[in-house]
């Protein structure tokens, strides 16, 4: 079985672009969140999505905002890049937003704000 | 702020041995506890999770729980090099954030042969 597919793997931005990144969760799971990783820290939530619904925000900027699509997919876009958002992006999907639901990571996208 | 924090290591330990990895929080409410491997350049893999007071067993990994002391630690049995990796700890959300994890920034294991 697929697990959790993400693209693009690597990207390489200058500031102030624009950047989109997708993500496929597993077969049967209508959550989505996404969670950035800076080096040497841990994931910090930025989103997570339910049935096309936004159910919770981190403490992002609004540069950072998501969507999900009717087959669960989803999409994060960041604008006006800035440095420090050269980071790991994780999205995470699960069954749905119950307690105690595992999150099962995509193998990721490296962005790399020049 | 609500967190979770985990000594950074790195912690050496010899192939073979027990290798004991702790982690608090700072949320009362929170009820589930999840443990994740990252070896470097990869992204996080689940290893266990735990929801009750206690010990849970999978393998050669043992999770153990304490809600009133809001601790959490993850042992590794018989040591091996492949489980050289930064470990995560993490809690989910309470009620109204239940799917949102609030990660540790990790403890590196070194297992030396």
């Known amino acids: 079985d697929a697990g959790v597919t993400q693209s693009p793997t690597h990207l390489i931005k200058t500031r102030g672009q624009h950047v989109t990144l997708r993500c496929s969760p597993i077969s049967g799971h209508k959550s989505v969140s996404w969670y950035q990783q800076v080096l040497g820290q841990g994931p910090q939530f930025i989103f997570q999505y339910y049935e096309k619904e936004e159910r919770g925000r981190g403490n992002f900027p609004d540069r950072f905002s998501a969507r999900q699509f009717p087959n669960y997919s989803s999409e994060l876009n960041v604008n006006a890049l800035l440095l420090g958002d050269s980071a790991l992006y994780l999205c995470?999907?699960?069954?749905?937003?119950?307690?105690?639901?595992?999150?099962?990571f995509g193998e990721g996208s490296w962005l790399t704000v020049v | 702020q609500k967190e979770v924090e985990q000594n950074s290591g790195p912690l050496s330990v010899p192939e073979g041995a027990i290798a004991s990895l702790n982690c608090t929080y700072s949320?009362?409410?929170?009820?589930?506890f999840f443990w994740y491997r990252q070896y470097s350049g990869k992204s996080p893999e689940l290893i266990m999770f735990?929801?009750?007071?206690g010990d849970k067993e999978d393998g050669r990994f043992t999770a153990q729980l304490n809600k009133a002391s809001q601790y959490v630690s993850l042992l590794i049995r018989d040591s091996q090099p492949s489980d050289s990796a930064t470990y995560l700890c993490a809690a989910e959300g309470t009620t109204d954030s239940w799917g949102k994890f609030q990660f540790g920034a990790g403890t590196q294991v070194v297992v030396t042969p």
């Open positions: 949320d009362r409410g929170s009820q589930s």
């Open positions: 995470a999907s699960s069954l749905n937003p119950s307690s105690g639901n595992t999150i099962y």
């Open positions: 735990i929801y009750s007071n």
